[in-house]
């Protein structure tokens, strides 16, 4: 049971990045999925949230109209696809599963996490 996130790297503020998250095992393509991410010295703090059909989707206002989750269950994998990127946005980003299919900002509720990968946005 494995999240592989990728994507990351650095960009100027403006610009756009596409977070992946690629999972390991058939059953992941059921469960609701989220995005994470950390800047240093914060808590972990939600991004996205997206069921496992992709019907039903939730964001941060934070990042409400500039990121986009969406998934492909054949490819067991999850996107965000982040636009309009702010220096604020710096952070060490993580993918996550809930294996009881709720989709909710709340770490707690995940049980599966993946590694980060590394958003830095220059200014």
């Known amino acids: 049971v494995q999240l592989q996130a990728s994507g990351g790297g650095l960009v100027q503020a403006g610009g756009s990045l596409r977070l992946s998250c690629a999972a390991s095992g058939r059953a992941f393509s059921s469960y609701a999925k989220g995005w994470f991410r950390q800047a240093p010295g914060k808590e972990r703090e939600f991004v996205a949230a997206?069921?496992?059909?992709?019907?039903?989707?939730l964001y941060a206002d934070s990042v409400k109209g500039r990121f986009t989750i969406s998934r492909d269950n054949a490819k067991n994998t999850v996107y965000l696809q982040m636009n309009s990127l702010k220096p604020e946005d710096t952070a060490v980003y993580y993918c996550?599963?809930?294996?009881?299919?709720?989709?909710?900002?709340?770490?707690?509720?995940?049980?599966?996490w993946g590694q980060g990968t590394q958003v830095t946005v220059s200014s």
């Open positions: 997206i069921s496992g059909s992709g019907g039903s989707a």
């Open positions: 996550a599963a809930d294996k009881n299919r709720i989709v909710t900002m709340r770490p707690d509720f995940y049980d599966y």
